[in-house]
């Protein structure tokens, strides 16, 4: 479970709607996320086991079938207490308690060396007493949070604005480590890199995904794990451990009919976007899974030879929900569209 005690971070809060984004429209005015307040601030961060504190209530994006949420989220922090300001108009500096929010950190972390950014959402702030502050103009307010996101970079320039964005996310994960590794722009669809995707600290860099584009079209390969032969140095006797392999599984053509391939041993799983079936070895460790996801929604999932879509059809489609795009392959809550050639 992480915590996290920050001396000083950068904070912003941003109304949100109650599905987890920023709140924008309907008027040209409108179209900007609703700024609430930004300033600089000491906080603590704390994961809090899902069961043990009350979800917020709403976050019906959270309750899509494979939908997970692995830990709850608490903020804790001073606000000045002073009258905020919205688009030029004084507003109330004590925010209702339950409204639904975005809040976003930004911050210098000395463990990894690395600025990081944490973007909270389904996020509400508790009620707040303005009497408790009254000698140093401050008042603590306390948020709880369903989903994180977590962003790193080598400055804080190679972070993006703090400001919510709708950004689909391709995540490894194996035995309750979640590694964001891929993010998808829609608007630009283009893919960016997270930097802790590249893992240096062996003997060669290695990435937990990667995500190939070359003439004929994008490529999936990520590290997966295999059982291999080892020796048990205290008794002496042979036995099995785990291995790891950078598999390829999919690729997505440019050209040609189908466009998409599975590499061999691989197949397509319709019905969900999860792995339904267990291979034998499953039952000995767990295999590493790559998830398609937009916040807590999973639109596909990579394991252990399984390709898996709630459904998968061929043609154009004209994405109603915020997609995740690869090459013709459009990835979408409900399943799955190959466009025609050319697209």
């Known amino acids: 479970m992480e915590h996290y005690t920050v001396n000083e971070a950068d904070f912003a809060l941003f109304h949100g709607w109650r599905d987890g984004r920023a709140v924008n429209g309907p008027l040209d005015r409108h179209l900007a996320c609703g700024l609430i307040a930004k300033f600089t601030t000491g906080l603590k961060i704390s994961g809090v086991p899902d069961g043990e504190m009350p979800a917020p209530g709403f976050g019906e994006?959270?309750?899509?079938?494979?939908?997970?949420?692995?830990?709850?989220?608490?903020?804790?922090t001073s606000a000045p207490l002073a009258a905020l300001f919205e688009g030029g108009v004084q507003v109330a500096s004590l925010l209702p308690a339950g409204a639904p929010l975005i809040l976003m950190v930004r911050f210098?972390?000395?463990?990894?060396?690395?600025?990081?950014?944490?973007?909270?959402?389904?996020?509400?702030?508790?009620?707040?007493?303005?009497?408790?502050?009254?000698e140093n103009m401050m008042q603590v307010a306390q948020f709880r949070a369903g989903w994180r996101e977590d962003l790193t970079g080598s400055s804080a320039g190679t972070l993006p604005p703090m400001v919510p964005r709708l950004r689909g996310v391709i995540e490894w994960r194996h035995l309750g480590r979640y590694v964001p590794c891929w993010y998808f722009d829609a608007d630009a669809n283009a893919w960016t890199e997270n930097p802790e995707n590249l893992d240096d600290s062996g003997d060669e860099?290695?990435?937990?995904?990667?995500?190939?584009?070359?003439?004929?079209?994008?490529?999936?390969?990520?590290?997966?794990?295999?059982?291999?032969?080892?020796?048990?140095l205290v008794a002496g006797l042979p036995g099995v451990g785990i291995g790891w392999v950078d598999a390829r599984a999919l690729q997505v053509l440019d050209a040609g009919s189908s466009g998409l391939t599975m590499e061999p041993g691989?197949?397509?799983?319709?019905g969900a976007a999860e792995p339904i079936t267990l291979p034998p070895s499953g039952r000995r460790w767990e295999h590493p899974q790559v998830v398609f996801r937009f916040l807590g929604r999973i639109y596909a999932t990579l394991s252990h030879g399984l390709f898996c879509v709630p459904s998968l059809s061929a043609g154009a489609v004209e994405p109603f929900d915020f997609p995740i795009r690869i090459g013709r392959l459009v990835l979408l809550p409900d399943g799955a569209w190959v466009l025609p050639e050319g697209s």
């Open 108 to 134: 210098y972390s000395t463990e990894t060396g690395r600025w990081r950014m944490f973007e909270f959402h389904d996020c509400e702030i508790g009620p707040v007493n303005a009497g408790d502050a009254s």
């Open 61 to 76: 994006w959270r309750k899509f079938p494979g939908a997970k949420v692995p830990v709850l989220w608490t903020v804790e």
């Open 205 to 232: 860099a290695v990435r937990y995904v990667s995500l190939e584009t070359e003439d004929d079209g994008m490529k999936i390969s990520y590290m997966a794990a295999r059982t291999v032969a080892t020796v048990d």
């Open 266 to 270: 691989w197949a397509v799983q319709e």
